[in-house]
């Protein structure tokens, strides 16, 4: 039983629909940070509105893991990947609601996207570490949360404890409806075991 906090698969379809594109359009977001040959993580992927893009940018060369707490999510996406012919550059993978279950990926990752999904996370500490861990050194990672969700004060929050695991801001980002916000890997010394 997926607890009431996270996203319903219903709004997983709506998160998926092309109209969004119109507001919060993936290539104009992700085409500054993202390029072919990249490896790069989507947290919390759902049915893959930033995924099947991600991937689009990465291309052969590259590789999307794409992750999700809710197996409906996983599975829409993959079939979704499948029909664009990505699935070989989109990796999928379920995880628990205390870890993402990635440490196989340690300092493998060059850029990763968390887009509305830690307002949904209970221990937000721990997912930034996770996350710090598998980023190369310089390795990015771009968080967005909705404003219906999320208050600045709260969304300020969330970025001290980014800095406290050891991210530093690069820029705060502008996307539609969200307060977004760049973060850098770079100092060694932090990565927690
Ligand atoms: C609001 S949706 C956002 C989906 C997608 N990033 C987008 O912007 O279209 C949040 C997603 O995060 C997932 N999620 C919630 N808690 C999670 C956790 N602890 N780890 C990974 N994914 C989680 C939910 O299942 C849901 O698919």
Known sequence: ??????????VGYLLASPLRKMAQNPDKILSKQVKPGMKVIDI?????????????IVGTDGSV??????????KTLKKKA???KLADIIETRMCT???????????QIDFALAFA??????????????????LQQGGKLLIAEPKGHVSKENFGRLIE???????????????KRSHAVLLKKNNPNILKS
Not at 1 to 10: A, K, L, R, T
Not at 66 to 74: A, G, T
Not at 161 to 175: D, M, P, R
């Open 117 to 134: 999904v830690i307002h949904e996370v209970q221990n937000k500490e721990n997912l930034f570490s996770e996350i710090y861990r598998v």
């Open 65 to 74: 893991v794409c992750i999700d707490l809710q197996e409906k999510m996983i």
């Open 161 to 175: 404890t980014a800095q406290n695991v050891g991210f530093k801001i690069i820029e705060h980002s502008i996307i």
């Open 82 to 84: 499948d029909r664009a």
């Open 44 to 56: 919390g992927c759902a049915m893959g509105f930033f995924s099947l893009p991600l991937a689009r």
């Open 97 to 107: 609601s205390d870890s993402l279950l990635i440490n196989d990926l340690a300092g």
């Open 1 to 10: 039983m997926v607890e009431e906090h996270v996203c319903p698969i219903w």
